[in-house]
């Protein structure tokens, strides 16, 4: 009974605890979809585009050359061509490419909400 416990200091270091906690979070999440889409790195593989490439129209998101010729054969692949370009062109190969679209497109979903640039606003301040 001698040594009385300081339940506010321990209530007190926890909250700041967490609060470091929850802004190591919040830089995490702002500083990985920040930037969004550098036009100098593929999208798909993230390797250095050296050489500029000609993207075409329907491309959505920048790719080094041979990530933008597996895009167009799965594109091929959706509008019904029936013999796969390569032997890996299988299922598992398009609903890769399927789900990776999916998932970029939600990331810009995500980067145009509110809740996305209240984040920006409190990492940048």
């Known amino acids: ?6 339940l506010n200091q321990r209530q007190d270091q926890q909250r700041r605890r967490q609060r470091a906690q929850a802004r190591r979070r919040a ?11 550098c036009p100098r790195r593929c999208a798909h593989c993230g390797l250095a585009i050296e050489e ?8 959505p998101y920048p790719f080094c050359g041979p990530c933008l010729e597996e895009y167009q054969a799965f594109r091929r692949r959706q509008q019904g061509q029936e013999q796969p370009e390569a032997f890996w062109h ?36």
């Open 1 to 6: 009974m001698a040594k009385v416990i300081e």
């Open 27 to 37: 830089q995490a999440v702002a500083s990985a979809l920040a930037c969004g889409l």
């Open 52 to 59: 500029p490439v000609t993207l075409p129209s329907e491309a």
């Open 90 to 125: 299988n299922d598992a190969w398009a609903r890769s490419w399927s789900t990776w679209l999916e998932f970029m497109r939600s990331k810009e979903e995500f980067r145009q909400s509110a809740a996305f640039l209240r984040l920006m606003q409190e990492h940048i301040d």
